[in-house]
C-alpha cells in the first residue's frame, strides 16, 4: 500500500494479557517509530528504528514494553502483562531518512489498545 | 519545561475565514525542524507543512503557511479560508537534529470551524 498501515485497529485485552501490535511502514522508508498517545493529548514517543537497528527505546514506560524490526520493514511492538493504564492509540510512523525535508513522519492510522 | 507549548486548547473560527494557531518551542540546538500535523476524529495524523530551522522563507501548501520567527521561537500555523472539514485537533511537533531524533509533540489546539 502506499501508506503506513498498523493491525489491529482495535484491541481488547483483558489485564495481564500479552498483546502484539504491528506496523508496516512506507515501502523505503528507513526510519520507523512508535508513539502513544492518551485520549486528548498529543503523542508522546515510545521507541526508534533505522533500519533494523533500535537506536533509541528511552520512551518506552517499562520493561514490559518492548519492540523490534528484525528485518528493516515491519515493527512489532509487545506489551507484556498489560495494565489498564496502557490503554492508549499506538501510532507507528515512517519517514524516508533522518534529516530536512525527508525526515517528515507519516502516521499510521494507529491502534486503539483497551485494557479491562 | 516544555519544549512545545500550544495556549489555545479550543479555538472557534467562521467558515471561509483566516484563522491562526499558536506554536512556540524551546531548544538551544541550531538545527531542528518545526511540523504541524492534523488529527480528525477519526484518528489519523496527517502531515500539514514542514519548516526547518534554517529556511529562509515561511512555508506554504496550498491553503497552510507557516508563520516561522525564529528570534521568537514561535511557529504558528496559518490556515486561510477555512472550511467545515478542518476541524479536528492540530498539533506542532519538533525535532532536534542533534538532540535525538524523535519528535516532540505538543497538546494539541480543537478547531472548530462553523457555518
Known amino acids: 500500500g502506499a501508506g503506513v498501515s498498523q493491525s489491529p485497529r482495535y484491541k481488547v485485552a483483558k489485564r495481564g494479557q500479552d498483546v502484539a501490535l504491528r506496523c508496516d511502514p512506507i515501502?523505503?522508508?528507513?526510519?520507523l517509530f512508535w508513539y502513544q498517545q492518551a485520549l486528548g493529548q498529543g503523542p508522546e514517543f515510545l521507541t526508534y528504528f533505522q533500519n533494523e537497528a533500535q537506536l533509541d527505546k528511552s520512551g518506552l514506560p517499562s520493561d514490559r514494553f518492548f519492540a523490534e524490526r528484525p528485518e528493516g520493514s515491519v515493527s512489532t511492538l509487545k506489551i507484556q502483562r498489560t495494565q489498564q493504564e496502557d490503554s492508549a492509540v499506538y501510532l507507528c510512523?515512517?519517514?524516508?531518512?533522518?534529516?530536512?525535508?525527508?525526515?517528515?513522519?507519516?502516521f499510521g492510522p494507529g491502534t486503539r489498545l483497551l485494557v479491562l | 519545561a516544555q519544549k512545545i507549548t500550544q495556549t489555545q486548547p479550543g479555538m472557534f473560527v467562521q467558515e471561509k475565514e483566516a484563522v491562526t494557531l499558536d506554536c512556540t518551542y524551546d531548544?538551544?540546538?541550531?538545527?531542528?525542524?518545526l511540523f504541524w500535523y492534523k488529527q480528525p476524529s477519526s484518528g489519523e495524523m496527517i502531515f500539514l507543512i514542514y519548516?526547518?530551522?534554517?529556511?529562509?522563507q515561511n512555508a506554504t501548501e496550498g491553503r497552510y503557511s507557516l508563520n516561522f520567527q525564529k528570534a521568537r521561537k514561535s511557529a504558528n500555523l496559518v490556515i486561510s479560508a477555512s472550511q467545515l472539514g478542518d476541524s479536528a485537533m492540530y498539533f506542532c511537533?519538533?525535532?532536534?537534529?542533534?538532540?535525538?531524533?524523535?519528535?516532540?509533540f505538543g497538546p494539541g489546539t480543537r478547531l472548530s470551524v462553523l457555518p
Open positions: 511537533a519538533m525535532r532536534e537534529l542533534n538532540y535525538g531524533q524523535n519528535f516532540v
Open positions: 510512523a515512517s519517514s524516508l531518512r533522518n534529516s530536512g525535508r525527508k525526515e517528515t513522519q507519516y
Open positions: 531548544t538551544s540546538d541550531p538545527s531542528y525542524g
Open positions: 519548516q526547518g530551522s534554517y529556511d529562509q
Open positions: 515501502s523505503g522508508h528507513v526510519s
